[in-house]
Structures are given as structure tokens and as C-alpha cells.
């Protein structure tokens, strides 16, 4: 059975940093685009950011371009979110996610192109 299982969320001040995690098991995702995608109340599911299989190429939405960091340990079938600068605008339930296709080199920020994904994980970022 595949999982993603994303940790490291929670409360924090504006300003502050987190580290997101998000952890595969059942199966590789080495050869795999993975993502980072986040829903706030009341608004629609959002592209964060995504890494390319080989991490040669990242990919980030403007509002956190300069913030955050994705990265990926392949050896670990994990990928991460280093999260910076925090602000109230930033609070969602953030969600990894692994593409459909293998050794997509521009990582795509479509959600229909991505087939698994993690329960998500909450983040509040207090002003």
C-alpha cells in the first residue's frame, strides 16, 4: 500500500521557520516529480512547490519564492519543505504529492498530474 505520511507541522509565529517532511512508503519515488501543494479554509487547493526526480530543477509559486526550499533524499523516499519568513498568509493544510508520470525533467504544478497524496498536515502561522 502506498503512503505519504507529511510531518512537521503546527502553530508558529510570523516570522518564524518550519521544516516539513513527507515520507513515502510502498514503494519508490525516486524516478518521480514530487510536490508540495497547500489548501486554507475556504479557498482552493494551491501549487507550493515541487522538485524534479533528480532535484536538478525546482519549481515555486510566487508568494513563496525566496522562503521556502523543496529538497528530496531519494536514499530515504523522503522530500521536505523548509519554510522560512513564515507569515499568516502561509496557514493551511499543506500536502505532498507524487507525479503520475517517471523522470518528468520540468516539475509539473498541475494537481491532476500527481497520483498519490498525503493526508496533509496543519499549519498556523500567528501574527
Known amino acids: 500500500q502506498v503512503q505519504l505520511v507529511e510531518s512537521g507541522g503546527g502553530l508558529a509565529q510570523a516570522g518564524a521557520s518550519l521544516r516539513l517532511s513527507c515520507a513515502a512508503s510502498?514503494?519508490?519515488?525516486?524516478?518521480?516529480?514530487m510536490g508540495w501543494f497547500r489548501q486554507a479554509p475556504g479557498k482552493e487547493r494551491e501549487f507550493v512547490a515541487a522538485?524534479?526526480?533528480?532535484?536538478?530543477?525546482?519549481r515555486y509559486t510566487d508568494s513563496v519564492k525566496g522562503r521556502f526550499t523543496i529538497s528530496r533524499d531519494n536514499a530515504k523516499n523522503t522530500v521536505y519543505l523548509q519554510m522560512n519568513s513564515l507569515t499568516p498568509e502561509d496557514s493551511a493544510v499543506y500536502h505532498c504529492?507524487?507525479?503520475?508520470?517517471?523522470?518528468?525533467?520540468?516539475?509539473?504544478?498541475?494537481?491532476?498530474?500527481?497520483?498519490?497524496w498525503g493526508q496533509g498536515t496543519h499549519i498556523t502561522v500567528s501574527s
Open positions: 522538485v524534479s526526480w533528480s532535484s536538478s530543477t525546482t
Open positions: 504529492a507524487a507525479d503520475k508520470s517517471q523522470y518528468r525533467y520540468y516539475p509539473t504544478t498541475d494537481p491532476d498530474d500527481y497520483e498519490y
Open positions: 510502498g514503494r519508490s519515488f525516486s524516478a518521480y516529480v
